[in-house]
């Protein structure tokens, strides 16, 4: 499958459709399950908190997989982005309040690269914090 976004729509500056993804304790749970990342920082409100964080918080790979959502719903082909990185720079809190958190993205084409590549970068916050720093991918368009 090719990027449905083809090289010559896009410019320095375009912007991706911005998403919000809701994260509570059960989709920690199922994410846990899948990752085999059963650290009690991410369902025991217990332990997390003796450790010195606020709350239980959301695995930091989950938060990195929610935020390339955006680039790959943006391009309609996961395997076009062929290279991403973030810096961890605050916790997903979620807390055991029935709404949970939010993770809220947006990205924009930040470069264009030779052979029909460019550079998105990301902004990811939850509650008004920028939860990852240096978030970019590198985006094979058609």
């Keep these: 499958m090719a990027a449905k976004v083809a090289f010559e729509d896009v410019e ?5 459709p911005a998403q919000s993804f809701p994260v ?4 920690l749970v199922r994410y846990a399950g899948a990752s085999g990342d059963f650290n009690p920082i991410h369902w025991n409100e217990k332990f ?3 450790v010195g964080l ?3 918080i959301a695995h930091g790979m989950f938060t ?3 935020a390339a959502r955006v680039v790959t719903d943006w391009t309609g082909d ?3 982005v062929v290279e991403y990185g973030v810096r961890f720079t605050k916790p997903v809190v ?10 809220e993205v947006s990205g924009k084409v930040a470069a264009l690269l030779d052979g029909n590549r460019v550079r998105v970068d990301l902004t990811a916050t939850s509650a008004g914090q920028k939860v ?7 985006v094979q368009l058609s």
Excluded: Y
């Design 12 to 16: 320095v500056g375009t912007e991706l």
């Design 24 to 27: 509570d304790r059960a989709t």
């Design 48 to 50: 997390a908190v003796e």
């Design 54 to 56: 606020p709350d239980v």
């Design 64 to 66: 990195m997989a929610e």
């Design 78 to 80: 996961p395997a076009a």
């Design 94 to 103: 979620v807390p055991n309040d029935g709404t949970g958190a939010l993770i």
């Design 132 to 138: 990852l720093g240096m978030s970019r991918a590198v």
